[in-house]
DNA sequence: CTGAAAGCGCTTACAG
DNA sequence: CTGAAAGCGCTTACAG
């Protein structure tokens, strides 16, 4: 069954195919198609069943009305979250998205932008990795549509949106200090990104500012790969060696999922024994413990905001040159605050 | 800055553009050109940093490659975990996908796959819903490669990937059976679905078996729409109003949640007081509580097995006509106990 | 061994 | 008011 094409419709209408075209975008003023004629043509379309070829338009237009979008890992509820409310509003304006996951793997992040790029997407919706930078200099200095999401290039002038890691942390530590805790221990993962080391100075920030000295041995970093079981293990010895802790802050859920499996395992109680705050993405922890403190990531708006920036990269097009400034756009995390902690 | 084309590199080469496509395409010895020459033109290519564009491939040679991906729900674990494992396995292929939720409106899920047609991707992976039914025949009856997931169409002979729901609640009802469980009461959701029915025939059948009555107050049934609030607000006083409940099974992880946050609201004990069987997507009640037992859908195994059907459906090319039967794959889901339920 | 030509399905000036 | 022509960037017979 071959595909209808608006050469079968100007055929089976005896008009030529630029009519058709015309009248099926709308374009009968601008042409000065009698509505008669505009009305039968798009008769005969809908008969025949008529779906555009959005290849051939893309081709010929030079917009696919595709966004890409790398994330970390599409199956992580922060990522999946991001990609539902992005699907939604680019649908409101036409668009379809291809998603891509990177794994923090830098050379598979390079590649995925190549590809999307071939694939002449209009415009970028990027969660980075360190290794992209080079890349998304490329991409910038091109003018493609670009916007970074969660994390950013510090000196990079490209479009982001990001929560205030360093307020957010200061905030969620601040909450604790008042509270009298004392020995906070700062469990994190391995990664080299701008939003890690922020949340990092803050929480040292924060001690020193309460006139606590920062112990080196109160932190634990996790390497990125670490499996389950093993993170579990790595932060149930954590804890065991250092006792007469207070609170734990846990600076990514990634970390936070595995750190409450180690407090059940060691039969802990949640504020009783140990406070436990945690960064957190989405709203993953609300079954777990009600005890729990999160520092809360605005996902739809982190979402919605982008889409905003691209939107206006789209409308100033290719000519105009972009505004020198990077469109930053901090958005404070929030602190929930679920229980007595 | 203009994309490098292979006219601007057949210009700098001195040779035919066609030369330049036969070369990149590595049809050096179908089309008997000179290795000196083909290096020579690659060496250019990379030069210039060529990137071929995908839009028109796909226009001439009438592949994308490009998947549709339609999910109920893109930002539930779920759906999110199948998308990870169908990128991985496209990507492997040299495929990306174009991801769509339905959210179960019937409207929209039908634009979807319209949509997607008119992006010409090559193939669909598809979450149906009931609605789509009419859409997904005429897919199907243009040869277009579509691969059905976690539910199907009875009496349409479309390929799909389902777990047995009927064996996997028969299994967790002999379970809690054998445990002596007597008044289980069926927690689910109003979805005209085949796998609810299913699952719901095999509670029934199961207690029937069991010689123990079925009774109608025992089932309750969340409207899908339901708010989170009031999804535990009912199973609450579901809870309530039965007193002398042994267990529940969930029917879904939808409610599941709900009606973990309902008993722990009631403050009962799990399995002291209260049994709990969820049927879980994926692996979300693990920190929850280690005593609830779950009957676990192996998504990866769905995933992969549906691009092995699409897969095999692109092999055999438009041209071949399609086997009469529907490739049916029955998974058995898998009942993992996490506690002595 | 290599190149000229046609064509995928559209849209966009432009000519009448 | 309407149509013929060119062209988006490729690939694919086909001619030499």
Known sequence: MKN????????????????VSAVLNGKTR???ISEQLASRVRGIAADMGYQPNQTAVALRTGKTRVLGLIVEDISNVFFA???KIIEEEADSIGYKVLYCSTENNEEKARERIRMLSQRQVDGFLITPTPGMRAEIDRLASQHKPLVLMDRYFPGLSVPHVVVDNYDGTQMAMQHLLEKRYRRIAFVTILLDQVQMHQRRQAYEDSLR???IPVE?????????????????????EFISENQGLDAIFFATNYVGVYGLEAIKDLGLSIPGQLAVICFDDHDIFRLYSPAITIVKQPVALIAQTAMQLLIRQFEK???????SGSFQVLQPAQLVIRAST
């Open 4 to 19: 209808i094409t608006i050469k079968d419709i100007a055929l089976k209408a005896g008009v030529a195919p630029s009519t």
């Open 30 to 32: 601008e042409s000065r």
């Open 81 to 83: 979250s991001l990609a």
């Open 209 to 211: 500012v309460a006139g």
């Open 216 to 236: 080196e041995n109160l932190v634990l970093q996790l390497p990125y790969h670490c499996k389950p079981e093993e993170s579990v293990q790595q932060i149930r």
């Open 317 to 323: 097009g290719a000519g105009t040159p972009r505004s």
